[in-house]
């Protein structure tokens, strides 16, 4: 059994009961696994922990075998984050191609921006927080990365797109850990560790459907 995302005794307070404590996750390599808690359980905190934005104050964490690094963000791993910044006046085409000399993104990214009726000779302006949603997802979905660190990915999405979206995290070539509201999100989910308070309270293992 090949472990690609490891937290070991992983604590990160922000003050008193306010944080993450204590917390043990193996993810295996290839499985989706869901984060699932109430606001402001811990799991964005999780996932920045994974991806190294922050670190943790006592435990450790490990993802592909390393601690969390700035390489392995340049090709393993990808984080759907709110950070990406969108170039407003750009085309969606225009940002695109300005995106991909960034980073290597894949084929798929076309497909993609197809399968969710992106017109990409919009301005960036124009597109509804839906589409921009979607865009970043087609991003994060073409991004080849091993470990896909998606947080809350449907927010902003009808029911539709969300299991479109839930569909695509499931077949996804790679290991994908997400946290979500959203009840589709079970179904596409192998594992669900449950967050409470910043603590975990167990781990739900599914059958792949
Ligand atoms: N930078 C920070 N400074 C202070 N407190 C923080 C910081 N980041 C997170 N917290 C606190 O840590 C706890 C966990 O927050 P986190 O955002 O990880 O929860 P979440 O499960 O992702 O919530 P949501 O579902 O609302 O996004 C909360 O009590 C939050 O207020």
Redesign the pocket.
């Known amino acids: 059994m090949l472990i690609d995302v490891e937290l070991n005794k992983v604590t990160k307070s922000?003050?008193k009961d306010?944080?993450?404590y204590d917390i043990n996750i193996e993810v295996e390599r290839n499985t989706k696994t869901l984060l699932l808690?109430?606001?402001?359980?811990?799991?964005?905190?999780?996932l920045y922990l994974i991806y190294g934005i922050l670190r943790p104050d006592s435990g450790y964490i490990k993802i592909l075998g390393r601690e969390p690094n700035i390489e392995m963000r340049k090709n393993d791993v990808y984080m759907l984050e709110e950070l990406l910044i969108f170039i407003e006046r750009a085309t969606v085409r225009e940002f695109i191609d300005f995106v991909k000399s960034l980073r290597y993104f894949n084929d798929q990214l076309f497909d993609l921006i197809d399968t969710f009726n992106i017109n990409t000779n919009l301005k960036v302006y124009q597109l509804s927080s839906g589409l921009r949603r979607l865009l970043k997802i087609s991003l994060a979905l073409s991004s080849g990365a091993k470990v896909l660190l998606l947080d809350?990915p449907t927010s902003n999405l009808d029911i539709d797109n969300s299991k479109k979206v839930f569909s695509l995290i499931q077949q996804y070539d790679g290991t994908v850990i997400f946290?979500s509201?959203d009840p589709e999100a079970i179904n596409a989910a192998e594992s669900i560790v449950h967050?409470r308070n910043?603590k975990l309270e167990y781990t739900e293992k599914r059958n792949k459907n």
């Open positions: 922000f003050g306010r944080g993450i808690g109430p606001n402001g359980a811990g799991k964005t905190t999780i809350e946290a509201h967050i910043g």
